[in-house]
C-alpha cells in the first residue's frame, strides 16, 4: 500500500513538471509567430515589415467633405514633385577682388524626370550666375542649366539627387480643356514653400508676350492665386495631371488679383524634350530675316517682309527674294509671306507661331507678295542652325 501511494506520488509530479515545458515550449513558439518582422532599409535602420505592409494613407480628421478629402489627397500626391528655386549673382568686390555671392530671387518649378530635370520659367533664372533647388524632402541641389527657351518662358535644370528622391510630375493634356472646370496650383509664392490654392479655368486662349518679345498663345487663364514665387510651378487638374506652368499675373499691384496666366501642358511637352537635347528648341526653319514690325507698319504692309536670305538656305533653294538696295540707291521691296499652308501670316510673330508646327524636313506652300501680285512656292524646311 505504501509503495503504491508513492509512486502514484511521482507518477503525478512527473505528468505536472512535463505540462509545465510543454506550455513553456508552446508559448514561446506562439510568441515568435506573432512578433513584428523586421529588416533592415537602405541606411541599415531597422524597419518595421509588417508596418509597411499594411501601412494606410493618414486618417482624415472628422467633418470633412468628398471634396476637401479630394484635394488633400491630390496636394499629398503632388507636393513632392514640387520643387523650390532660389537664384543668385556673383559679384566681385572693388576693393578685395572677392567675389560674393548675392541673392536674386526665387520662383518655383516641378520634377520632370527621374533624370534630374527640374522645368521651370525661363525669368525665374533669367541673369543668374547660379541656381539651386530644394525638393520636397528639404535637401537642396546646386542646379545645371540644361537648356533655355525665352520665346515660350520655359527653361530646363539639371540636379545630382538620387533617383529615389525624385517625384516625376504626371503629364495630363491641355487640349481639351474648359472654362470652369477646377484647377490647383502647388508653388512657392514669397518664398513660401509648398502652398496650394484652388480656382477654376476662367479663360482659355489668352496671349502674353514672353521675355522675348514673341508671344506665346493658348495661355490658360485661372483665378487661382499665384504670387510672385509662384512662377514655374505646376497647374494642375483634379486628377492631379500638369495641364500648365504658371508664368504670370495680371495686377497693378504686383500680389495675385484673380487673374492668373499658365503655359500649356501641350507647348511644354514638346519644347522641354528640345532643351534637354539641343539646349534650345529646334524649330525648322527657312532662314531668313525678317523686317521689324515698326518698318512693316510705316510701309502700310502685311506680313512678314523678308529683309535677307542665308545662302544655302531653304529660302534660297526655293527662290525667295530678300530687301535690297538696287545700283541707284533705292530701296527695293523684297517678298512678303502672307500665307504658310493656307494659314494668313499678318506678321512676323504669326510666321513663327506657324512655323512650329512643322519639322525640318517637312514641305510648306509658302504664299509671298512680290511686287503687289502674289505668288506660291514649295519650300523644304531646315533645321535650326
Known amino acids: 500500500m505504501k509503495g503504491s501511494s508513492i509512486f502514484r506520488f511521482i507518477l503525478w509530479a512527473g505528468l505536472l513538471i512535463g505540462g509545465f515545458f510543454i506550455g513553456s515550449a508552446w508559448n514561446t513558439k506562439h510568441n515568435l509567430n506573432i512578433a513584428p518582422q523586421t529588416s533592415a532599409d537602405e541606411t541599415g535602420t531597422p524597419r518595421n515589415v509588417n508596418d509597411e505592409e499594411n501601412s494606410t494613407p493618414a486618417a482624415m480628421p472628422p467633418g470633412l467633405n468628398e471634396g476637401e478629402k479630394a484635394t488633400i489627397r491630390l496636394f499629398e500626391a503632388s507636393a513632392p514633385s514640387v520643387a523650390f528655386i532660389t537664384t543668385s549673382k556673383l559679384r566681385q568686390d572693388y576693393w578685395t577682388s572677392n567675389v560674393m555671392e548675392i541673392p536674386q530671387g526665387s520662383g518655383s518649378g516641378f520634377v520632370w524626370d527621374r533624370e534630374g530635370h527640374v522645368i521651370t520659367n525661363y525669368h525665374v533664372i533669367q541673369d543668374a550666375d547660379k541656381a539651386q533647388v530644394t525638393l520636397a524632402d528639404r535637401t537642396t541641389w546646386d542646379a545645371e542649366l540644361v537648356g533655355a527657351a525665352p520665346e515660350k518662358d520655359l527653361a530646363v535644370l539639371k540636379i545630382t539627387a538620387p533617383k529615389s528622391a525624385l517625384k516625376p510630375i504626371p503629364v495630363g493634356s491641355s487640349d481639351n480643356l474648359l472654362v470652369g472646370q477646377s484647377v490647383l496650383a502647388i508653388g512657392n509664392p514669397f518664398g513660401l514653400d509648398q502652398t496650394l490654392t484652388t480656382g477654376i479655368i476662367s479663360a482659355l486662349g489668352r496671349e502674353i508676350k514672353s521675355v522675348s518679345g514673341i508671344p506665346i498663345r493658348d495661355v490658360i ?70 523686317a521689324n514690325a515698326q518698318t512693316t507698319q510705316r510701309l502700310g ?26 545700283r541707284t540707291g533705292r530701296i527695293r521691296l523684297g517678298d512678303a509671306i502672307i500665307g504658310i499652308n493656307g494659314e494668313k501670316v499678318e506678321s512676323s510673330n504669326d510666321l513663327i507661331l506657324i512655323l512650329e508646327k512643322f519639322k525640318a524636313g517637312d514641305n510648306v506652300k509658302v504664299k509671298v507678295l512680290r511686287e503687289d501680285k502674289e505668288q506660291e512656292v514649295t519650300v523644304r524646311l531646315d533645321g535650326s542652325r
Do not use: C
Not at 487638374?237 to 504686383?254: F, K, Q
Not at 504692309?301 to 538696287?326: C, F, N, W
Open 301 to 326: 504692309m502685311k506680313g512678314a517682309l523678308i529683309t535677307h536670305v542665308a545662302e544655302g538656305s531653304a529660302a534660297e533653294r526655293a527662290g525667295l527674294q530678300p530687301t535690297y538696295r538696287d
Open 221 to 290: 487663364q485661372s483665378d487661382a492665386a499665384i504670387n510672385p514665387g509662384n512662377s514655374g510651378g505646376p497647374l494642375l487638374n483634379s486628377s492631379g495631371e500638369l495641364i500648365g506652368v504658371n508664368t504670370a499675373i495680371y495686377s497693378p499691384s504686383g500680389a495675385s488679383a484673380g487673374i492668373g496666366f499658365s503655359i500649356p501642358v501641350d507647348v511644354v511637352k514638346w519644347v522641354v524634350p528640345d532643351l534637354i537635347q539641343y539646349g534650345k528648341v529646334n524649330r525648322p526653319t527657312l532662314g531668313i530675316e525678317l
